[in-house]
């Protein structure tokens, strides 16, 4: 069965430190996706990052960067310089392609709290 | 263009009453999902269509939900009788595809339905 951890309950930071968020999933299914999503206190959810499961190589996008390790089956994002519009919570979701195909399982959710 | 849409974005009932959300996905897309999140739970897919059909509702806690997708640009779920226990928020996502289709799967969320049933 699918399965998601985010073991980080609740994070607190001060402003322009960096903060890692981790995601630990399981799976049977050599083809599946991985995906985070943030939702700000406003409630949205809002698509950050897809992954496939064949793609191993680290990614960038401004402040955001992903560490993706099939050895150890982790998803773990990475916030650099944060600011405090980047309080919110941050999901990480599992879609398998054959298995499970269509039911995205959630974690649990980090919440980032980023002061000032 | 418009991302997914839903209404109300509030809705306060009381127990026994009828509650009907509603969801516009993005044009073009094939497949709408339903959600439920709580803080108890997490979030929970109620159940998911593709091409207007239900494929898999087995997330649908009881007989007291049901969602119908009449065509390509709406879809409703529906609490009849609503209880106290349904207060959650209710997001809609609609995505092109499936994981391991020929097309992106990334789901896209609505700004959610907050229900408090009193």
């Known amino acids: 069965a699918q399965k998601v951890t985010q073991a980080q309950t609740e994070i607190s930071v001060v402003e322009k430190e960096d903060v890692t968020l981790d995601c630990v999933y399981e799976?049977?299914?050599?083809?599946?996706?991985l995906f985070w999503y943030k939702q700000p206190p406003s409630g949205e959810l809002v698509f950050l990052i897809r992954?496939?499961?064949?793609?191993?190589q680290n990614e960038i996008s401004g402040r955001y960067s992903w560490n993706f390790q099939k050895s150890t089956s982790s998803f773990n994002f990475t916030i650099t310089a944060s600011q405090v519009v980047d309080s919110a919570v941050y999901f990480c979701a599992l879609s398998e392609a054959q298995t499970n195909a269509g039911k995205s399982t959630f974690g649990d959710g980090t919440t980032l709290t980023v002061k000032p | 263009d418009a991302g997914v849409i839903q209404s109300p974005r509030h809705e306060v009932t009381e127990m026994g009453q009828e509650v009907t959300l509603r969801c516009k996905p993005i044009?073009?897309?094939?497949?709408l999902f339903w959600y439920r999140q709580t803080m108890m739970r997490g979030l929970e897919l109620l159940i998911y269509?593709?091409?207007?059909?239900?494929?898999?509702d087995s997330g649908m806690p009881e007989d007291r939900f049901s969602a119908k997708m009449p065509n390509a640009s709406f879809s409703t779920l529906k609490i009849q009788p609503s209880e106290p226990r349904d207060s959650a928020v209710y997001f809609c996502?609609?995505?092109?595809?499936?994981?391991?289709?020929?097309?992106?799967?990334?789901?896209?969320f609505g700004p959610g339905t907050r229900l408090l049933v009193l």
């Open positions: 996502a609609s995505s092109l595809g499936l994981a391991g289709g020929p097309y992106q799967e990334t789901q896209y």
């Open positions: 992954r496939n499961s064949f793609d191993e």
């Open positions: 044009s073009g897309h094939d497949y």
């Open positions: 799976t049977r299914d050599t083809t599946y996706y």
């Open positions: 269509f593709n091409n207007n059909v239900p494929i898999d």
